[in-house]
């Protein structure tokens, strides 16, 4: 959310020249209902065919049986930017008489001090979002769907002047209508194909401050920018203990500047990866790619695969805004407890 939010505040306040080379930032990487677990994450942030609790399709649930909670922290470190930590807790629940299986999810995202990107200025931020997500299984237990929506998401950043006043701030604001859903099919034994979409409204309202406008603080109104993303992905489980993972995303980003232009933005990546289960589950390897950078992941079950442990590093996976705030690195880890 938060660079949504900041690539609107720039897509507002440069000229319409300048929009395109900021509408990267635009494709809210970091929402919620994108950010995959620890797990996920190891594997290139492939999860679209993948089902169970570490995938984020929300077809992903009619996989899953009993109660489940989840704990996640993850930190992210930039060249050109303030490093950012991550709490996040989800709550899988069994949903009576229909079946299936209802996700509860609540997450904090927090940026430390004011720290310069390649724009030239200082920044920091923040966002909050509360979001569920429900999955069931059809079809004689082939066929599994799902959907999720995201009721609360708000987002605060703020620009200022190298060691001066602020320069820019904003806070965005999730909209009702903003919807995920999704499909896995078990074509058989070896195989699932998995489709995602996922529609985005989000809704900015920024401010200027002097000296960036040379006078007093002009507020530059509420916009509505729109995102959607389908995700085609497919898990094949080609041997005992072996799963590979590959997710192709397509979508598009669109909205209006302050000055009515219209803009917008193609989405277009893969992620990939790759796990390796061992020694019953107590060794699990993960390996992969994601949209230009590298992962890598370990973990395992314990107490008869009641308690999981999940840990993911990934190397410079944020291609699309690296130019205002440099290459990245990030780290992953989740805890799941099952009963």
């Not at 000229?15 to 080379?21: F, I, K, T």
């Not at 979001?131 to 769907?145: A, C, K, P, V």
């Not at 190298?162 to 999704?182: C, E």
């Not at 989000?202 to 959607?228: F, Q, R, S």
């Amino acid at each position: 959310m938060f660079r949504l939010l900041c690539s609107t505040l720039f897509v507002i306040c440069l000229p319409v020249a300048l929009s395109q080379e900021f509408a990267g930032l635009l494709r809210d990487e970091m929402a919620l209902g994108l950010r995959p677990t620890a797990a996920s994450a190891g594997m290139g942030g492939a999860y679209v065919g993948v089902a169970g609790p570490d995938s984020m399709n929300p077809a992903a649930l009619g996989a899953m049986e009993g109660w489940q909670a989840l704990f996640q922290y993850l930190h992210t470190g930039w060249d050109d930017a303030p490093d950012a930590d991550n709490l996040r807790a989800d709550l899988f629940v069994p949903v009576p008489r229909i079946g299936g299986t209802l996700r509860l999810m609540v997450e904090g995202y927090e940026s430390d001090d004011y720290e310069l990107t390649r724009l030239g200025l200082e920044t920091e931020f923040q966002s909050r979002t509360l979001g569920f997500q429900y999955g069931r299984t059809i079809l004689d237990e082939r066929l599994r769907i799902g959907l999720g929506g995201y009721p609360y998401e708000k987002a605060e950043i703020d620009f200022r002047v190298p060691g001066g006043p602020k320069a820019l701030s904003g806070d965005a604001f999730s909209q009702i209508g903003s919807l995920d859903g999704g499909v896995q099919f078990d074509v058989c034994k070896y195989a699932t194909l998995g489709l995602r979409g996922i529609y985005i409204i989000d809704e900015l309202d920024g401010t200027l401050y002097p000296p960036a406008t040379g006078g007093p603080k002009v507020d530059v109104g509420d916009h509505d920018y729109y995102i959607h993303y389908l995700a085609p992905g497919v898990a094949l489980r080609p041997f005992e203990g072996t799963l590979v993972a590959i997710d192709y995303w397509n979508g598009e980003i669109e909205g209006h500047a302050a000055d009515d232009s219209h803009f917008d933005m193609d989405v277009d990546r893969w992620s990939f990866g790759v796990e390796q289960r061992l020694f019953e589950d107590r060794l699990i390897l993960r390996a992969g790619g994601w949209n230009g950078g590298f992962t890598a992941g370990i973990g395992t079950r314990l107490l008869e695969g009641r308690l999981s442990l999940d840990y993911a590093f990934v190397d410079e996976a944020y291609n699309d805004i690296s130019d205002v705030f440099g290459d990245a690195e990030s780290h992953y880890a989740t805890v799941k407890w099952s009963w």
